[in-house]
């Protein structure tokens, strides 16, 4: 075992009493992997909390260990874990007055590493990978509640195993976890084919809006939208998954208004040349070369102008430079 994997187990062993947390509007490998940590810590006799300030969303109900998932920030903790999170403000305002994370775990391309303690590995498809590469080294156990948690990281983060950086090693990983006890076909239904009917009404609303341009595919959705169609969550129940489906476009874009002072963003890489990262960091978000997402002030209209332009400069830019 290497000093940083050393490092690792030593204080996990040392804790008592953890908080996990995520980036803000955590997906289903956020969860996951908290979750996953946090049942195998439990189960090595730790006090666990984790905590998603806005909860999680309805399709991963389901998933073990949901009971430790809290929306408040409560009681004492001696070792914090910051799991599949970029950077300290994609925690969100809940964590701002903490001190910095003892362990950070992340796979993003943008990652800067800021943690006592860091294990980032960009090759990865998702935060579960890493998590199932050394948790056993750690001395802890991949028990079936465990093993599910992690699949769900692996198949939520490839959408279905098919994403560019998913490779034969990803494909056995999964079989591993199948094999201690995930279920893999409900996992996968729960994780990225079930949607409830407020959200498929939802997904109408936002089609509607479908524009192309300069190899750019991009919808919006509002908050009238969410109310109108009975949608729950503050997203874009993962519409953005299907624009990416599209094959005559380079770059998919999802408008997602959380209010009038702010847009959430989400961009998906069609072509495997192309790295959205670098452009969502323009605008202080990140995440990974063929999918990044960001919080951008302003309203929609603002946003949307001002990301199709700064989107249509990197786009001409890569292809200037690029021979395919």
């Not at 950077?87 to 305002?93: H, K, N, Q």
């Amino acid at each position: 075992m290497n000093d940083l994997q050393q490092k690792i187990k030593g204080r996990l062993q040392a804790a008592k009493r953890v908080l996990i947390a995520s980036h803000i509007r955590p997906d289903g490998d956020a969860i996951g992997s908290s979750l996953a940590i946090g049942l195998a810590l439990q189960d090595a006799g730790k006090q666990v909390r984790v905590v998603f300030p806005k909860g999680v969303p309805d399709n991963f109900g389901h998933l073990p260990g949901i009971d430790l998932v809290h929306t408040r920030l409560d009681g004492e903790f001696d070792t914090f874990i910051c799991l599949d999170c970029s950077g300290w403000e994609r925690l969100g305002e809940t964590f701002s007055g903490l001190p910095a994370p003892d362990l950070v775990i992340d796979h993003h391309e943008t990652a800067d590493k800021f943690g006592k303690i860091n294990l980032v590995r960009r090759k990865a498809v998702a935060t579960a990978e890493v998590l199932f590469l050394y948790m056993r080294s750690w001395g802890l156990t991949v028990t079936p509640a465990v093993a599910a948690n992690l699949l769900t990281g692996f198949i939520t983060d490839t959408i279905g195993f098919r994403t560019p950086n998913t490779t034969p090693k990803t494909l056995r990983q999964a079989a591993k976890l199948a094999d201690l006890g995930a279920d893999l076909s409900n996992l996968y239904l729960h994780g990225l084919v079930e949607k409830s009917y407020p959200a498929v009404k939802y997904w109408g609303t936002g089609l509607s809006t479908l524009q192309r341009s300069d190899g750019i595919l991009w919808a919006s959705l509002t908050v009238a939208d969410r109310n109108k169609s009975g949608y729950k969550g503050n997203d874009d129940a993962d519409l953005i998954n299907l624009l990416s489906s599209v094959n005559d476009a380079d770059i998919a874009i999802m408008f997602v208004e959380q209010d009038e002072r702010m847009t959430k963003v989400s961009w998906r890489a069609l072509k495997p040349y192309i790295d959205v990262s670098q452009i969502a960091c323009q605008f202080k978000g990140g995440g990974h070369k063929a999918a990044a997402g960001a919080e951008v002030s302003g309203s929609l209209p603002e946003v949307r102008e001002c990301v199709l332009d700064a989107t249509r400069r990197s786009l001409a830019s890569i292809q200037g430079n690029t021979h395919y």
